[in-house]
């Protein structure tokens, strides 16, 4: 997943002490952390409603989370590089293996030992919530590995956009309510489409931009296989999609006013799908910076609108 605006090419990063931290900032992808920030957020908040709130629960999950991100972040960018997906030919951000302003070696250690710690914290979090809260963070972490490594990734093969609705939307948002609760209720579910969708959404504009190096590289993401067109009627369908389920609650009469906050941002959305429908290419990379904004101001106000 990539969120970045395109930085300046590795010839004006510098060198030593500076060029390092920035090329490790590239690797890790940090605009793309709110993908793991935001469901915790949220699964936090709708406990918060009716209990009590444990804050070291709150940040093991979210340190968790975080190291699952960055961890799939540079896993990815160590396979996509030896795939052949990402080329000088690529449009998006630049990554840090295929430009060489990292050695492969050292992004595959890092991603092992973001891994690791994640696994570390995860039986801490096991200790709390039993066996399901393990068997997730062990799903979650081979997932994040077989997004682009092993012998059939993911990614490849046109299920990165159910891995993500699935682990960085649904499971995290229920796993982190079931953490503070030991229990997982229809709010939580219902609370965890909307962020599941628009997380989704942020790959989605990713692999439209990336439909023709993706395809030549053979890499058949659902992009690839549905189209371009295809492909923008989904990211349509998950953006505007989120904010019906998020009006639900409210329509159902099961929460106050407070529950269509995240409504606010409707139209940042609206011009978001508008110009998703009439850009390509690396015209896309502002959609795609503004759809993980949305996805984050959106994640804040759904958490804001169950405090309220």
């Known amino acids: 997943m990539t969120s970045e605006t395109r930085p300046a090419a590795p010839s004006a990063l510098g060198a030593g002490r500076e060029f390092n931290w920035r090329a490790w900032l590239l690797a890790i992808r940090v605009p793309t952390l709110s993908a793991a920030v935001v469901p915790v957020l949220v699964g936090t908040a709708i406990a918060a409603r009716g209990y009590r709130v444990s804050p070291l629960i709150f940040a093991v999950t979210l ?48 991603g092992t030992i973001s891994f690791g710690l994640a696994a570390l914290l995860g039986l801490y979090l096991a200790s709390v919530g039993g066996w399901p809260i393990l068997a997730i963070g062990l799903a979650a972490i081979a997932s994040g590995i077989a997004y682009t490594a092993g012998p059939w990734p993911l990614g490849y093969h046109g299920l990165g956009d159910l891995f993500v609705f ?9 796993g982190t309510f079931y953490l503070q609760t030991g229990s997982v209720n229809t709010a939580a579910l219902l609370a965890s489409m ?26 058949h993401t659902l992009a690839v296989r549905l189209g371009a067109s295809a492909t923008r009627v989904e990211y349509s369908v998950l953006v505007l999609g989120a904010y019906a389920i998020a009006a639900a609650p409210w329509i159902r009469g099961a929460s106050s006013a407070w529950a269509i906050l995240p409504w606010l941002t409707l139209p940042l959305a609206l011009n978001l799908v508008r110009t998703a429908w009439k850009s ?3 015209a896309l990379n502002p959609v795609l910076r503004r759809t993980a904004g949305l996805h984050l101001i959106f994640g804040v106000l759904l ?6």
């Open 166 to 174: 699935i682990f960085f939307g649904v499971v995290a948002v229920a």
């Open 303 to 308: 958490a804001a609108s169950f405090l309220l």
């Open 63 to 110: 340190c968790a989370a975080l190291l699952i991100q960055i961890g799939t972040n540079l896993t990815n960018d160590l396979f996509d590089f030896h795939k052949g997906a990402d080329t000088g030919a690529r449009l998006g951000p630049v990554r840090v293996v295929q430009a060489g302003l990292i050695p492969q070696t050292q992004v595959a250690a890092a």
């Open 194 to 219: 909307p962020v599941a969708m628009l997380v989704t959404a942020i790959l989605v504009v990713n692999n439209l931009r990336d439909i023709d190096t993706d395809r030549k590289a053979g890499k």
């Open 280 to 282: 390509g290419g690396a």
